[in-house]
């Protein structure tokens, strides 16, 4: 079985500083991972992927994640954090394999507030 | 990346009725599937909605309470049947094309209320 950990249910960060939103996974084999952000009373926003390569990957809006296999983990940085930032932000794996069907397993969810 | 829709957008319901959700995206499609996030929630997936054949249920889903349809590779309906509180969420579809699946792009969401 797959699954997602979010630590974090809620991340507080000033405007100007860097900001990281932690992800941690299980899978069978090799993940694929993705990030997604929800504003309020919006649907879900794809942000970026890591499906093999490079463990940085960049995304929209200035996010990057990297992956790193030995810690499974997949965390969302970005350099600066902007107020609009603000928002529900999901990590999602799936297995490479077809196993799993091409189901995505998501995580509970980390808010990020950003403040002046 | 597909555009998808979804009406309605909310609605507040009455328990004992049902409701009707539909998405259409505005290119084809491989899979569709719909998902639910419970009032300050994660997404929980209800179902692979698959073209041609009887949708694909996950476990704690069953067809009589979500019928699920999906006639053509652009459009799906799920209806939430006999409905009481316990159903309040929002309901969203999303979409994964061609063979390399690895991306699902996400409606903007039903918000059910049941009353």
């Known amino acids: 079985a797959q699954s997602v950990a979010q630590p974090e249910d809620q991340v507080n960060v000033a405007e100007g500083n860097p900001l990281t939103v932690k992800c941690t996974y299980s899978v069978s084999g090799n993940p694929y991972l993705f990030w997604y952000v929800q504003y309020p009373n919006r649907g879900l926003q794809f942000l970026l992927k890591?499906?093999?390569?490079?463990?940085l990957v960049k995304g929209s809006y200035g996010f990057e994640a990297e992956f790193n296999k030995s810690q499974t983990s997949f965390h969302l940085k970005k350099p600066s954090a902007l107020v609009s930032d603000s928002a529900l932000y999901f990590c999602?794996?799936?297995?490479?394999?077809?196993?799993?069907?091409?189901?995505?397993?998501f995580g509970t969810g980390t808010q990020l507030k950003v403040e002046l | 990346s597909a555009v998808i829709s979804q009406k309605p957008s909310r609605d507040i319901c009455q328990r004992g009725t049902s409701l009707t959700i539909q998405c259409q995206v505005d290119?084809?499609?491989?899979?569709m599937f719909w998902y639910r996030q419970q009032p300050g929630q994660s997404l929980t997936l209800i179902a692979t909605a698959n073209q041609g054949s009887e949708a694909t249920y996950e476990s704690g889903f069953v067809i009589d309470k979500f019928p699920i349809s999906r006639p053509n590779l652009t459009f799906s309906t799920l209806t939430v049947s006999n409905m009481s509180p316990e159903d309040s969420s929002i309901y969203l579809c999303s979409v994964a094309s061609g063979q390399v699946t690895y991306e699902q792009y996400f409606g903007p969401g039903t918000r059910l209320t049941v009353t």
């Open positions: 290119s084809q499609v491989t899979m």
């Open positions: 999602a794996v799936r297995s490479a394999g077809t196993g799993g069907g091409n189901k995505l397993t």
């Open positions: 890591y499906i093999t390569g490079d463990n």
